[in-house]
């Protein structure tokens, strides 16, 4: 469901997939290729949200930017960027290529998942 909020809608690309009972609300733009799969809410609020191309956003995953005491707190996904089933992300940065795991919170910060230690992939 694409809703509009303070007379902004939502701008998707065609070809992104938008499950059914998916909310997508406000100032949101979502990448090509991207996908939004069932129960999630994403959410501008009163600042902006940025999706990635070719994103996957999860089941029952929560976007929501904000702004508190005049401070905006959007969120930005970046490319090819996995959110995973229930995480919750509150105005905060995903880096490209990063996976969020089931579950996770992450609650205005400045870049969650920015590097990756190459001695992990040894």
């Known amino acids: ?20 009972t998916a909310v997508i609300c406000g100032n949101v733009t979502v990448g090509a290729q991207a996908r939004v799969m069932f129960g999630t809410v ?6 902006g ?33 996995f959110i995973s089933p229930h995480a919750t992300l509150l105005g ?8 969020i795991a089931t579950g996770a919170t992450e609650v205005r910060s400045e870049e969650f998942a920015s590097h990756v230690d190459d001695t992990l992939l040894s």
């Open 42 to 47: 994403i959410d501008s609020e009163a600042s």
């Open 1 to 20: 469901m694409m809703i509009k909020h303070r007379g902004i809608e939502p701008r998707i690309d065609t070809s992104v997939y938008v499950a059914p």
């Open 92 to 99: 905060c940065r995903v880096a490209s290529h990063a996976y």
């Open 49 to 81: 949200v940025e999706i990635g191309a070719c994103c996957i956003i999860c089941e029952n995953a929560v976007v929501r930017a904000t702004r508190v005491e005049g401070v905006d707190h959007p969120v930005r996904i970046g490319e090819h960027a």
